[in-house]
């Protein structure tokens, strides 16, 4: 029986867990070569759209992962600044990727730790509509990736931007961090900004003042520390400060010429005469040279082990030998010697020898007390004066 309510208990608290996780789903349509966005909110996100109660300052931490992957494709990235900020799930998708996508998303709620699972299905398909083939990206120092995600800032770039390009609509094809291409984390000093990489297309062609800054001449100058070529103003300022030196432009209305397409080869290389390599390798038999290489070596140890075996147990002489060998004159002068030194020894052990003055404890630091100096015995006078 109390194995029942057990499984009960159990039961119960599963059905408790299961109840904290709520199971959403979007459909989503990306568009091939166009920059898609998506906002992971709080309040839309980790709880339902009835409930009002969610706080602005929740801290929720997300994790996205494509469905039977433990990372993202490759063309979607995600960020956060914090756990009080939204996240974004940004990216690019190319014409490899079209088809249908399972993006899966766990909310994490860190004050209530709760969790939510969301589904996002990406319906990747072509652009509708003209070609974008001029194509600008611009650096942005002033801003980070997530400041320029959202579709407000998005919209007054392109707006500042139609004043330096022809007229036509301007799209944004691409936003990318400084730091994924291989920017430096700035210093934590109020204004520093990562930077920004915000690539823009349009059916227009490029104006004269777009093609100045790209130009040799303004490069050359950017290489010198001088500022680029802008014969035009600078509609961008002051809200984005743009790198004009890291302008990149690419026309992609001009065909490329037959000439300059890479042809791929056979991987075979072309005929050199100083180059000779071998038609074929000959079977060789490497167990002698492991057998040289092994047993020479072994032998050799072998050998002066054997020597010093000889030297050390072989030639002794032993005190036996020793004492026969030598003179009984000198055993016995050998002997006299060592006696002396023993009696001396001893001697010197039952001698009373006085202590140095210096290590005598004239003074006791913890009583106070004084004593007298010892009295070398070996300074009195064996004869006593009677005078």
């Not at 900004?193 to 100045?212: D, H, Q, R, W």
């Not at 009984?328 to 001893?346: A, K, P, Y």
Request: aromatic share 6%; proline share 9%.
């Amino acid at each position: 029986m109390a194995a029942v309510f057990d499984w009960i208990a159990l039961l119960v608290a599963l059905w408790l867990t299961l109840g904290d996780t709520q199971l959403q789903q979007a459909t989503l349509h990306p568009l091939v070569g166009h920059i898609f966005v998506h906002t992971l909110d709080h309040e839309t996100f980790l709880r339902p759209p009835e409930d009002t109660a969610v706080l602005p300052s929740a801290s929720v931490t997300y994790h996205a992962h494509l469905q039977g992957h433990p990372d993202l494709p490759g063309w979607l990235r995600y960020t956060q600044r914090s756990p009080t900020k939204p996240g974004f799930l940004y990216g690019t998708a190319t014409a490899e990727d079209r088809g249908r996508q399972i993006i899966e998303v766990t909310a994490y709620n860190r004050d209530t730790f709760d969790t939510t699972q969301q589904k996002l299905v990406l319906l990747i398909q072509d652009p509708e509509g003209p070609r974008l083939p001029y194509q600008a990206e611009f650096l942005v120092r002033s801003h980070d990736v997530e400041e320029v995600l959202p579709s407000a800032p998005s919209s007054r770039f392109l707006t500042a931007l139609g004043g330096l390009w022809e007229p036509g609509e301007l799209r944004v094809l691409n936003i990318t961090s400084a730091l994924d291409r291989g920017g430096r984390v700035p210093l934590p000093i109020e204004g520093r900004k990562e930077g920004v990489y915000i690539k823009v297309g349009s059916a227009s062609p490029f104006s004269t003042c777009l093609k100045m800054v790209a130009s040799p001449d303004s490069h050359a100058r950017c290489a010198q520390g001088q500022p680029p070529l802008l014969s035009c103003y600078d509609t961008l300022a002051p809200h984005f400060r743009v790198d004009w030196c890291n302008v990149s432009l690419v026309d992609k209305s001009v065909p490329v010429p037959v000439d300059e397409v890479p042809t791929l080869g056979d991987g075979i290389l072309e005929y050199d005469p100083f180059f000779c390599p071998p038609t074929e390798a000959s079977a060789r038999d490497f167990l002698p040279d492991a057998l040289v290489t092994l047993l020479v070596p072994l032998l050799v140890a072998l050998l002066l082990t054997l020597l010093l075996a000889y030297v050390m147990c072989c030639r002794r002489e032993g005190l036996l030998k020793r004492d026969l060998a030598t003179s009984d004159i000198q055993m016995v002068h050998h002997s006299t010697i060592l006696g002396n030194t023993e009696e001396l020894r001893q001697m010197a052990a039952s001698r009373e020898v006085p202590r140095p003055l210096s290590t005598l404890p004239m003074f006791n630091v913890r009583t106070g007390e004084r004593l007298p100096p010892r009295v070398d015995s070996a300074q009195v006078p064996l004869i006593l004066d009677q005078h």
